[in-house]
């Protein structure tokens, strides 16, 4: 891992790593159609009308159009009963023309998130959380069918290790922090790290001395949820950061009141990292290209009948 000169970080452009990602997923696409007249089918469920979950769900499904993958739209009412939902997930997952589904979180209270998720079949579940993918994650040599968007990377995608990948920097033998536990980030990055190779820690709100053992890290992974709380001096100089962190904080100078920062202080981190994601426009886009892959995978296996 070649570190870049001290006060010139790197910065991982997401957005074009991602723009580049969906132009191999269409041509893939595109390769489907011509020679198997079928595409990948991406079902995306939401239920109710969060203006901030109807905002994602858009965003996905303009994703799909881009690159040719069919969306099938299920728009469910706010009051719909648990049975109604999980009947809609069963016939989706029997469903030849949908090769993943997805449901959008949080779901309305009265709805039991995880009952609702452990009923996608796991060879649809693009998102990566069905607790069959989850542990084969996390067993020596056994393979999801699917990992989680966000850390996605190995052998078909991406994400956070993506980010890593398509950057020149090894992991193998490399010292990882993770900053967070979460089962969204934290606890999948962690195990992907170890699949890759490396020494990993996780940091965690009871961690004491969380600042020395980051300074220790070839590679940062940050997912805490807390505003810019690793500063420079907790850093190594030359380290890669990827920055999950997404926290809105009060900007008078902005329009909307307020800007998003990550969990690391970007500012003082360019002086000492090799390497960082800026916030926005570091990992999120990855996201998005990843449940695009995710369907890809999925469809590939059924469509041409090839498993990975």
Same mark, same amino acid.
């Given at each position: 891992?070649?570190?870049?000169?001290?006060?010139?970080?790197?910065?991982?452009?997401?957005? !074009?790593?991602?723009? /580049?990602?969906?132009?191999?997923?269409?041509? %893939?696409?595109?390769?489907?159609?011509?020679?198997?007249?079928?595409?990948?089918?991406?079902? &995306?469920?939401? #239920?109710?009308?969060?203006?901030?979950?109807?905002?994602?769900?858009?965003?996905? @499904?303009?994703?799909?159009?881009?690159?040719?993958?069919?969306?099938?739209?299920?728009?469910?009412? %706010?009051? =719909?009963?648990?049975?109604?939902?999980? $009947?809609?997930?069963?016939?989706?997952? #029997?469903?030849?023309? #949908?090769?993943?589904?997805?449901?959008?979180?949080?779901?309305?209270?009265?709805?039991?998130?995880?009952? &609702?998720?452990?009923?996608?079949?796991? %060879?649809?579940? #693009?998102?990566?959380? *069905?607790?069959?993918?989850?542990?084969?994650? !996390?067993?020596?040599?056994?393979?999801?069918?699917?990992?989680?968007?966000?850390?996605? $990377?190995? *052998?078909?995608?991406?994400?956070?290790?993506?980010?890593?990948?398509?950057?020149?920097?090894?992991? !193998?033998?490399?010292?990882?922090?993770?900053?967070?536990?979460?089962?969204? +980030?934290?606890?999948?990055?962690?195990?992907?790290?170890?699949?890759?190779?490396?020494? +990993?820690?996780?940091? *965690?709100?009871?961690?004491?001395?969380?600042?020395?053992?980051?300074?220790?890290?070839?590679?940062?992974?940050?997912?805490?949820?807390?505003?810019?709380?690793?500063?420079?001096?907790?850093?190594?100089?030359?380290? $890669?950061?990827?920055?999950?962190?997404?926290?809105? =904080?009060?900007?008078?100078?902005?329009?909307?009141?307020? @800007?998003?920062?990550?969990?690391?202080?970007?500012?003082? $981190?360019?002086? &000492?990292?090799?390497?960082? /994601?800026?916030?926005?426009?570091?990992?999120?886009?990855? /996201? +998005?290209?990843?449940?695009?892959?995710?369907?890809?995978?999925? !469809?590939?296996?059924?469509?041409?009948? &090839?498993?990975?």
């Amino acid at each position: 891992m070649e570190s870049q000169s001290e006060g010139q970080a790197k910065i991982i452009d997401g957005k !074009a790593i991602a723009q /580049t990602i969906r132009s191999e997923i269409a041509e %893939e696409v595109r390769h489907l159609s011509q020679k198997y007249g079928k595409v990948p089918g991406l079902a &995306v469920v939401i #239920v109710g009308s969060r203006k901030d979950s109807q905002s994602y769900v858009s965003m996905k @499904r303009k994703a799909c159009a881009e690159v040719g993958i069919k969306s099938v739209d299920i728009d469910l009412p %706010e009051d =719909v009963s648990l049975d109604d939902l999980i $009947a809609k997930v069963h016939e989706l997952n #029997v469903n030849p023309d #949908v090769h993943g589904i997805l449901v959008q979180l949080p779901l309305p209270r009265h709805i039991n998130e995880e009952k &609702v998720l452990s009923e996608i079949s796991i %060879e649809k579940d #693009v998102d990566g959380f *069905h607790p069959l993918n989850i542990g084969k994650l !996390a067993m020596k040599g056994r393979e999801p069918l699917f990992l989680p968007c966000t850390p996605k $990377a190995r *052998h078909s995608s991406n994400g956070c290790l993506e980010l890593l990948s398509r950057s020149g920097i090894s992991i !193998a033998g490399r010292k990882a922090v993770v900053v967070g536990r979460s089962n969204i +980030v934290g606890l999948p990055v962690s195990l992907l790290l170890l699949k890759a190779n490396a020494t +990993v820690t996780i940091v *965690h709100s009871n961690t004491p001395d969380p600042e020395t053992i980051i300074r220790e890290a070839d590679i940062i992974i940050a997912a805490a949820g807390q505003a810019m709380m690793i500063k420079g001096s907790w850093i190594k100089p030359g380290a $890669a950061i990827i920055d999950v962190g997404t926290n809105a =904080v009060d900007d008078c100078s902005k329009k909307s009141g307020y @800007r998003l920062v990550g969990d690391v202080d970007f500012q003082e $981190a360019c002086k &000492v990292a090799g390497w960082i /994601t800026p916030v926005p426009g570091g990992v999120g886009p990855m /996201t +998005v290209a990843m449940l695009l892959k995710n369907t890809l995978d999925g !469809a590939k296996r059924v469509i041409t009948g &090839v498993k990975d």
